[in-house]
Nanobody, 114 residues
Framework: QVQLVESGGGLVQPGGSLRLSCAAS????????MRWHRQAPGEQRELVAS???????NYADSVKGRFTISRDNAKNTVYLQMNTLKPEDTAVYYC????????WGQGTQVTVSS
């Protein structure tokens, strides 16, 4: 059974930082492309950052220079380091694992507010 479990969300003030984690099980993690997405209330889910199985990263323009995606294949975990957070970063953050098939985590809430 495939499971993706996100953690690390919470409430943070503008300008603060959070580190999200997504622990995977039930897949050969190292061969999967991993992605972070987010969905704000009333908005469509959007792709935030991705890292391929080879380690190539890509970011949405809205988070470039502030967010960093990384993966640890030994721990079957993908991370999203989020710095200089803004209120508009408030959303539920989801990780996904994609190769031929696609798997989703359950999401973790990030709220940026003073």
């Amino acid at each position: 059974q495939v499971q993706l479990v996100e953690s690390g969300g919470g409430l943070v003030q503008p300008g603060g930082s959070l580190r999200l984690s997504c622990a995977a099980s039930g897949i050969i993690f190292r061969i999967y492309n991993m992605r972070w997405h987010r969905q704000a209330p009333g908005e469509q889910r959007e792709l935030v950052a991705s890292v391929t199985s080879a380690g190539t990263t890509n970011y949405a323009d809205s988070v470039k220079g502030r967010f960093t995606i990384s993966r640890d294949n030994a721990k079957n975990t993908v991370y999203l380091q989020m710095n200089t957070l803004k209120p508009e970063d408030t959303a539920v953050y989801y990780c996904s694992a994609f190769r031929v098939d696609l798997y989703w985590g359950q999401g973790t809430q990030v709220t940026v507010s003073s």
